[in-house]
């Protein structure tokens, strides 16, 4: 692969995540209370429908497992999600998320696919997936 593309590419992957997380901040903020780590915390728990471990969250949120525990602790604070200890497993700790966790990421889920849908608009088409 043609050096100067790869470095291309880099630098536009790196501006669009910049220009998203930016005006995530700012949208998800302003109109829902929410960050954009919040969000995607949130996202993922209702994508799976189910209680997570938080080393599964910590998989697909991309942060560490000491930043992804702030970011639990400030939605348990506002009783969007709440924290349990596994059963199988004591040391394993799950997370689930609450109703009131469910309808914020209801009502915040148009305004975060409007703001990357903005971001990404002018992207190159992705092929297909099957």
């Known amino acids: 692969m043609d050096e100067e593309f790869v470095v291309g590419t880099w630098h536009y992957v790196l501006a669009k995540h910049a ?7 700012r949208e998800l903020g302003d109109k829902h209370g929410l960050g954009p780590s919040e969000f995607e915390v949130l996202d993922r728990i209702v994508h799976h429908d189910r209680e997570l471990r ?26 969007l999600v709440s924290r349990g200890v596994c059963a199988q497993d004591r ?11 469910r309808e914020r ?3 915040a889920l148009p305004t975060q696919r409007a703001v990357l849908a903005d971001v990404f608009a002018d ?8």
């Open 105 to 107: 990421h209801r009502e």
């Open 19 to 25: 220009k998203a997380m930016c005006s995530l901040e």
């Open 91 to 101: 040391r394993g700790v799950f997370v689930c998320i609450t109703d009131a966790g």
């Open 54 to 79: 938080i080393q599964e969250l910590c998989d697909e949120v991309h942060l560490s497992q000491s930043a992804l525990s702030r970011v639990v602790a400030r939605l348990e604070k506002s009783q």
């Open 123 to 130: 992207a190159p088409a992705l092929a297909a997936r099957p």
